[in-house]
């Protein structure tokens, strides 16, 4: 008799788990994907099912302009993409970190945007904190981050390149020198190492892999006087001295 309940026991275990599929005390990381998968496939056609059945009512949001969300607001944030837009998104390089209760899943985003016929891409890096709580996974705080990318080159008429050549002061002491070397320039602050400076249009540069914008500022009568280095929207301006 004892052992016909044993196996009676196991066998209503098999059939029927406590929480259903992935919702058990333990979570693995390919169910944090897949769930994941289907929370960033509700983006184009802004489908809230699944961030609803996911979000915990007090997570934090955190997106990747800078916005701090609580749940009703991000949900309210979430709509369908406008028409003659679509897109999706990729889980890539997915990693996971687990501890009593707690599940942290940091992974890429690869996202591709077709509007209006031109495709358009933008990679972005998440981190999403699950808790267990009341029998269920869910997220407690969620953060983004969008990954840099270098703007197109663009094109500037070599007779133009001599304009930038010269020394740039900051402070006195601290100078930077932008040098020419045939249809490339080049910057070098002190003793540091030289970068080229990438062209995006005429008076307009950028360093590849880093962030922000060299813009050669010209005088009335067209001679460049500064360089001001311009990164979130916030200036540096260093003033030609030779």
């Known amino acids: 008799m004892k052992t016909i309940l044993i196996a009676a026991l196991i066998t209503f275990s098999v059939v029927l788990p406590l929480h259903g599929a992935g919702e058990g005390k333990a979570i693995s990381q390919a169910e944090l994907v897949r769930r994941t998968q289907q929370l960033v496939d509700a983006f184009a ?4 099912a699944p961030w609803k059945l ?6 934090m949001i955190f997106d990747e302009k800078g916005r701090s969300m609580d749940k009703a607001a991000f949900l309210a944030d979430l709509q ?12 890539t390089k997915a990693d996971a970190r687990f501890a009593a209760g707690v599940a942290i899943l940091s992974y890429d985003c690869d996202e ?7 495709e358009v891409h933008a990679r972005y890096h998440m981190t999403d904190t699950w808790v267990y709580r009341d029998a269920a996974w869910k997220i407690i705080a969620s953060q983004t981050l969008r990954y840099y990318e270098d703007p197109a080159r663009g094109d500037v008429p070599e007779s133009l390149l001599g304009d930038y050549a010269g020394t740039y002061e900051l402070a ?3 100078t930077t020198v932008v040098t020419r070397e045939g249809v490339k320039l080049y910057e070098k602050r002190g003793a ?3 970068v080229e400076l990438a062209p995006e249009s005429p008076d307009l540069f950028f360093r590849a892999g880093i962030e922000g914008r060299f813009l050669f500022h010209r005088d009335a009568s067209g001679r460049v006087d500064s360089l001001i280095d311009r990164r979130n929207n916030e200036d540096l301006v260093w003033k030609r001295v030779q």
Do not use: C, M
């Open 54 to 59: 996911y979000l915990a009512d007090d997570a």
């Open 112 to 118: 591709s945007e077709t509007v209006f016929g031109q």
């Open 45 to 48: 056609p802004g489908n809230q």
């Open 192 to 194: 540091g190492q030289r």
């Open 80 to 91: 369908p993409l406008p028409a003659g837009y679509s897109g999706s998104i990729k889980i």
């Open 172 to 174: 006195p002491g601290h």
